[in-house]
Structures are given as C-alpha cells and as structure tokens.
C-alpha cells in the first residue's frame, strides 16, 4: 500500500517536516511494510523554505540582510535538492515578526531585504526563483526590493528616494537601465493567494496596513503615495497596474513583483506541489493525508490542505485531513476534495499543553486512522 504524506505545518508546534514524520510512524505501526511518501507541502506564507527543503532534500542558506527599519539582521533562503530552485520567504528579511510591536511604521518600512536574498540568489547561479510574499511589514509598492536590485526611484530633483512607503508621493522618476540584468534569464514564481488591488478600499494601504501599525491617517498617506507610483509607472513604463488582481498584496509587492521581476503569480500551494513534485507522487497511490493545525471554512481559500486535495481528486485517490482544530465551517471542505477531517487532540488542555504534545497527538491521531483503514480494508475483502 502507498500513501502519500503531505502535511503543512501546525503552527507554533510542528513543522510541515515533523508532522509528516509522525503521520507516518502512527500509520507504520499499524502497516509495518507500508510504501510512504513523505512530502511535506506550504502554501507560500511562512514554513514554505523548509517545506521544500524537507521535500527536495535541499538546504538552507543564512545571510545578513536589511531588515524594514533598516537594521542588518540574519536572513535566509532555501534551495531545492537539485540546487537550480532557490525558495524565498519575503517574511524572512522584510517580515512583519521582525519589528516589535511598538515600532512597526509602514511609512518608513522597507523591502530592501527581500531583494537582497533575491540577489545572493541569482550570485549562486539561481535562475528559478519561488517567492512567497505574505507576512510583510511593508507598504513601500515593493520598490524597496527592486532598488536592492539596481532599479532607480528619483525625486525631482534626480535624488533616490529614502525607503518606506510613504516616500512615494516624491516620487518622479523610474530608471531601470540598472536593474540586474540576470533577472531577465530567471524564472520567477510568486506565490499570492489574495485578488486585492493595489489601492482603494480593497487595496495594499486600507487592508493590510493596519495589521502593519498604520493609523487611519497613514492609511490614508500610503494610499495616495501607491495611486502617484501607479501614475508614475503609467507615464514612464506605459503600464497600468491599478487593475492587476493582487498587485495589492504585501503592501504593493505585488505589483513590482509581476512588473519589475516579471514574476508568474500563482497560488502558493499549487507552485509548492509542482516544485516537489507531488503530482508525479500521486502515481499509484491509495490513500493521501494532509492537514494543518486548523481547518476550517478557510481552508478552500488557497490553504495547503485543499490544494493537495484538488490534486489527488485528478488521480482518484481519497483524502483524509487532520488538524488540531476543526473550526466553524469545517464541512465545506468536503465539497473540495477532503473525503474526512478529524481532529487530533485526544482530550481538553490548556493551549500551552495542546502545541507540547502535537507531535504524540498527531502521531497516535494517526495511528488510529491506520487501524480505521485496516478495519474497512478487511470489510471490503
């Protein structure tokens, strides 16, 4: 019997890797001579880098970088087992965690980082790059990164802009004759799972930068700062990118991703699965479990869980999901994929003593299911 493994992590207590891992102890206890594939999966956002190391048998590669206030922190990047596929988390050098509360300011915030890793990436002859943008702490339209990159932003007077969205406003040049050349040898994947323009109610500033520390008024200065950007790239590049469906994503980046990068954007489970392959895995197999640390009516939003499930439905082959929390909604996924959810926590505890004991839940949530399967195998026999 074979089964493929394809968890995504639960968060604040097991990664995509050690859930994988004890999936597949509990079902081997039960199946000793079981064919497991172990796949771990992410869909883009935070853990993607060692999903696809754990899944390609590839590594991880830390630098010094710029963090959004500016400060030289230590950033990373993962590359896959073949060594021509690097992996980037945004959240790893511009990302929201690495401001304290207290200090986060879109206004100034930068994604000056984010173009570093991109950088060191193509330095290490990386010309597939998968770039996962959520968890940002910027506004800046993701000219931050591009500036990393060799792009030009000028005021009036033919001065570079200092970083932040908020300097926006000043903007009045585009130069790009000194973008890294390399970037058009590259193909480029961002992973985006949001439709949010980049301004206006449903834009960059009114949506996502609250979560960042912007006030009302900030919103309202950042706003205006990405229309001028727009405006400024129609003028120069002959482009109109207030329309681009999730060229609001990551405070801007996903505008400057698709137009300065050339960037692909996709849903981030869907490149994820292509990168480690999973759908050559699904080949002869008779079962497939995935899961998170929730499930819920979110889950068919671009969550790892459903994407894995809309894949083996292709091949025929049922899916069982487990999560530690099953939450308001939960029943949907079944429209999508997921033949059956269970939770994996065994009895009531406090929150602290659920994520300690994720691993032995999962693993023995696991080993049940295995002894579920075995019962309906000997029914059908």
């Not at 509360?101 to 991109?118: H, K, N, V, Y």
């Not at 006030?215 to 129609?234: E, P, T, Y």
């Not at 109109?240 to 980046?253: D, F, K, Q, R, S």
Request: hydrophobic share 45%; glycine share 14%; with cysteine.
């Amino acid at each position: 019997m074979k089964i493929i493994i394809a968890p995504d992590s639960f968060k604040e207590s097991l990664s995509a890797e050690c859930a994988a891992m004890a999936i597949e102890d509990g079902f081997r206890a039960v199946f000793p001579e079981l064919e497991a594939v172990r796949l771990p999966v992410a869909d883009g956002g935070e853990g993607t880098v060692d999903a696809l190391i754990a899944a390609t048998g590839g590594h991880r590669i830390d630098i010094e970088v710029t963090d959004p206030q500016g400060h030289r922190v230590r950033g990373f990047y993962g590359v896959n087992g073949k060594g021509d596929c690097a992996v980037i988390e945004m959240a790893a050098a511009s990302g929201l965690m690495l401001v304290p509360a207290g200090q986060r300011d879109p206004l100034a915030a930068t994604s000056f980082g984010t173009g570093e890793l991109i950088r060191h990436a193509l330095d290490g002859g990386i010309r597939h790059i998968i770039l996962g943008i959520g968890g940002s702490a910027t506004v800046d339209g993701g000219i931050g990164m591009v500036q990393a990159l060799g792009g030009r932003f000028t005021d009036a007077q033919g001065i570079d802009l200092p970083w932040g969205g908020a300097a926006l406003a000043q903007l009045a040049a585009i130069d790009l004759s000194q973008l890294d050349p390399r970037l058009a040898q590259c193909r480029i994947e961002v992973a985006c799972d949001v439709e949010n323009p980049l301004t206006g109610p449903c834009g960059a500033a009114a949506v996502f930068g609250p979560q960042k520390g912007a006030s009302v008024q900030d919103v309202q200065v950042l706003d205006a700062a990405l229309a001028h950007l727009a405006a400024v790239i129609f003028r120069h590049l002959g482009v109109n990118v207030l329309e681009w469906p999730g060229g609001g994503a990551a405070g801007g980046m996903g505008v400057a991703a698709r137009l300065f990068l050339r960037g692909n954007m996709r849903s981030g489970i869907d490149i994820i699965m292509d990168a480690i392959g999973l759908d050559e895995a699904m080949q002869g197999a008779t079962l497939v479990i995935t899961g998170e640390g929730r499930l819920d009516q979110q889950t068919i939003n671009g969550k790892a869980p459903v994407g894995v499930a809309r894949l083996a439905q292709r091949y025929h082959v049922p899916v069982i999901g487990l999560a530690g929390i099953l939450g308001e909604g939960v029943e949907v996924v079944h429209q999508h994929g997921l033949e059956a959810v269970f939770s994996i926590l065994p009895r009531l505890a406090p929150l602290e003593t659920v994520l300690e004991q994720g691993e032995e839940n999962l693993r023995y949530a696991a080993q049940n299911l295995a002894r579920v399967y075995r019962l309906g195998m000997k029914a059908s026999s």
